[in-house]
């Protein structure tokens, strides 16, 4: 087995751990050899969602000592930065097993090394973290959650004093300092309770108002009170404030599905709590079926992201992708600003390279601002900081189902996103329309944009490695015909160069380096390659489009981008 796995297993069976925990290490040592392994041949590493893992034993999962060190690392990273101050941190929690015992070890270790903690009382939505931390004029924030992966995993993800997650050079910091720690024994588990304040409600009325203010179309809520609207927290976060924030902005008609109200880290109802996979809205579906509902909404278990369904042009149900939403959603919140007078020349909206092109078509056409960042909503959230005083953050988003409106959170808000959709329907409805015809205008005007996503997984320590390789070889033989189209363009975000393969030019792409490459054909298509900072994955994703003529075209248009994006995964031997 690799050494250093080994060696990382003998020093905990060695130090100051629990003896359930190194009975655990002596039966995979006695057992399976490669569990053992792939729980210890690497240490969990921030990506772009933080740190993120399987529970269990070991350096590369998640429990309690690696919780505690990732708290301890950042506790030291803290009082390097802040010498001469008291400092201070949110700490939350999502509904995932073991979630609140990872939210009071961190307070507990945080706490332990002098650092003030306003722990949250019980769980609450991730971008209520983000929120508070700007409320609260903290210098840190700490979530646990694995967003809406499967219930196995947890998460630590770590925020800075302008809400956002840790981003350059604060997050190799931390994590320098996570390594730079060589005992268990260095970490402090305790000793600071007396520092630990228990937060809540103060902050849920204040986040809720501050949403309520986001609302551009009141007379539009007031005319569509009774919309009827389905939505579903998935045992998560969102049971209670994402009810509360739809009566606050005026609707009345607001329908659960009551087996997934109840909180529960096993998801019983559901394969995964994940709102981008259809599965996990079939009961949202049926019930908005059952009574007719107008809009279906569901959130993942921290309330991040937000998945919708709609009726379709032919008065069927249709689930919305992640880029759908973000069409209509940025265009609304562009356009009605604009009608009522509130659009200023600073204004400017802010979406991933992997977000539909769709938005910087009519962000164009509406002469405002659009900013592409990597993947990570951390770097959107980066580009409001950046341009605060100068520039004014409208809206931004990501393909995953991620949506912020304004700039008091600074990471994706399912609770937000909800009210603002629902607005939104009130709105078309308000005007004999619905969202899906909305939809279908957007794509007649700028074209039909269609996206398409394949993860290829490969796990432990061979998986890392096969992903590695795949990167290396797209690099040194890159595709020069994709689908019978030429490849007129690469992006490599490594080496930071984007070339014209027609021209031979090179441009700089000032964006910080990424293991990402994007390949543009001559017929319009997009093809995007990244592995996956928090999972072990590596991500396919696809962008092709034709115009639409008609919303009769529709159908054939839709099977024939389906076809174009099959067609182009044969090509690349994807599937």
Known sequence: MDLTAKQKAEKWLNGNYDEATKAEIRAMMQNNLLELENAFYKDLEFGTGGMRGIMGVGTNKMNKYTVG??????????????????????????????????????ANVLAANGIKVFLFEDLRP???????????????????????????YNGFKAYWSDGGQLVPPHDKGVIQEVYAIQSIDEVKFSGGEHLIELIGEE???????????LSLSPEAIKAQENLKIVFTPIHGTAVSLGVRVLQAYG????????????????????????????????????????????ILLGTDPDADRVGIAVKNHKGEWQLLNGNQTAALLFNYVISVRKAKGRATPQDFICKTIVTTDLIDKFAAKHGIRCFNVLTGF?????????????????????????YLIGDAVRDKDAIGALAMICEMAAYAKNQGKSLFDYLLDLYIEYGFYKEGLISLTKKGKSGAEEIKQMMIDLRKNPPKIINGSQVIKIMDYQTQISKDLVTGKEEA??????????????????????????????????????????????????????????AIISDMKLS
């Open 69 to 106: 060190t990732a708290a301890q690392g950042l506790a030291n990273y803290l009082k390097k930065q802040f010498p001469n101050e008291l400092i201070k941190a949110v700490v939350a929690h999502d509904c995932r097993n073991n979630s609140r015992f990872f939210a009071e070890t961190t």
């Open 509 to 566: 792409i000032h964006l910080p380096k990424s293991d990402v490459l994007q390949f543009f054909t001559a017929d319009g298509s997009k093809i995007s390659a990244r592995p996956s900072g928090t999972e072990p994955k590596i991500k396919f994703y696809f962008s092709v489009v034709e115009p639409l003529s008609s919303k009769e075209e529709y159908e054939k248009v839709s099977a024939l981008l389906d076809k174009k994006i099959e």
């Open 126 to 152: 991730t971008p209520e973290l983000s929120f508070s931390i700007r409320q609260l004029k903290a210098h840190t924030g700490v979530v646990i959650t694995a967003s809406h992966n499967p219930k196995e």
């Open 203 to 213: 902050l849920d009325v204040q986040y809720i108002e501050m949403l309520k203010s």
């Open 378 to 402: 951390k770097y959107i959230a980066e580009m409001i900081r950046e341009n605060e005083g100068k520039l004014n953050f409208v809206c931004g988003g990501e393909e995953s189902y991620g």
């Open 251 to 294: 609707f009345k008609n607001i329908n659960v599905v009551e087996e997934q109200m109840k909180v529960d880290g096993n998801f019983p109802t559901v394969i995964y709590p994940n709102p981008e996979e259809s599965e996990a809205l079939t009961m949202a579906l049926q019930k908005a079926k059952s009574i007719d509902a107008d």
